[in-house]
């Protein structure tokens, strides 16, 4: 067991703290060097160090109570205005500011839920009815507040299907939800269509825009075909959009918008005969940084139309840059018909030999932070004004990488191509489940500071663990169950 940490004794210098922690990130993601693809949303040095002393302004400040510091009610009011009037809500548009994406979407789930026990207590197992592709902060949402959700598959350019979808709604349907766009593909569902159907059988509809909140209204502004997603839609009744991604904010900023007071009240918790007097909290936590909220009012502001256009098409124009270089490549192809600046791409069908996992780990080597998916097995990435300083570097990395693992088709069955493989493989989910669940157990136990991935399996009698240590073998056995189960699927069909 590692050493564990303890308070020392006496303080160490602050100089020394510093400098101490400055090396500890010496391992990390390079995004100053516009490295990464994902997580980071960089609108320059001068912005990030005005936030950086916004930020400190309300370094102690607590929303908990709005009465004992006014400032911080004052711009989350004005947040929200912002928010609202860019997303096409009206003088009714209420809502908060949350700690980012997951929160949001946990409270727009709680929301529904309080609404419809009030409004239609008849429902005893409330389900929420959603793409395949929503964000797994839904499956969060569904498992902590006991709301079954009900997938729906996707058609083949990644959106949901309208068809199934409307069979999915029933009788215990509390909310209808979509994102715009999904982060996994960058595609936005069929809004339009969901917003009618939503409004015809008069249930909540949620539109998931933390990713794009922020950046579609600038690119349709710019004269991009981006189809309406907002409260322009009569259906849509409550949406999130985090000031963190597109928004410029430091992280810790999202909001959640209700078409009116009706819904929002929802959302709020109170607890009147508490010994520590009357207890109100309009979001998740109770003590809210005002920091954060600090942040995000002077990001917008600092920014404004004018400068979130200007990032939003030099943010376009990198991925298009970027889609159209990964499209010159025979040995790959793009996930879908990306709608904004998420860009997936996968191998072409016509190099089943060549990895898609295996081509991941040739640019981690190369320095890159690479995002995979599966369900298709891809590499994601998201796209900022800034990369556009390094997209050449990295389209010119995929060449080498694609050009070393044709060479070497050996290296699927190695590192984390081969972990990701057998994941991605695996007939059953619950397997999958339960080595993740061993690699977080192994991560924060008593003491951990760091894990290496590649130990797993050394000391672990986990039955996917085992699997992994057998590499080719255990690939070769799951691609023919996998291929068995199609056959099956094709017969029953």
Known sequence: MPKRKKIPKHGQSKASLLTEMNEMRADDADWRSARTWSMIYHAGDEHYEFLKDAHNLFFSENALNPMAFKSLKVMETEIIDMASAMLNGDDDTAGTLTSGGTESILLAVKTYRDRARLKKPWILRPEIVAPQSIHVAFDKAAQAFGVKLRKVSLTDDYRVDMRKLRRAIGRNT????????????GVIDPIEDIAALAQKKTIPFHVDACFGG?????????????????????????MSADVHKYGYAPKGSSVILYRDMSFLKHQFFAVTDWPGGIYVSPTMPGSRPGSAIAAAWASLMAMGETGFIELADKAMKTAMTLRYGIESFPELEIVGRPDCTIISYKVSDNFPKLNIFAVADQLEKRGWSVSRQQFPECIHCTVNAFNSDSVQLYLDDIRIALNHCLANPGGADEGYAAMYGMMAKLPSRFLVKLSVLKVMEAMYSPGETGFDIDSIGEEDDELTARLLSYGDKALKVVDKVVEFKRAIKREVK
């Open 214 to 238: 922020f950046i579609l209204p600038w690119l349709e502004k710019l004269g991009y075909p981006i189809p309406p997603f907002d409260f322009r839609l009569n259906g849509v009744t409550s």
């Open 174 to 185: 509390i909310m209808i939800a979509a994102s715009a766009p999904q982060y996994a593909h």
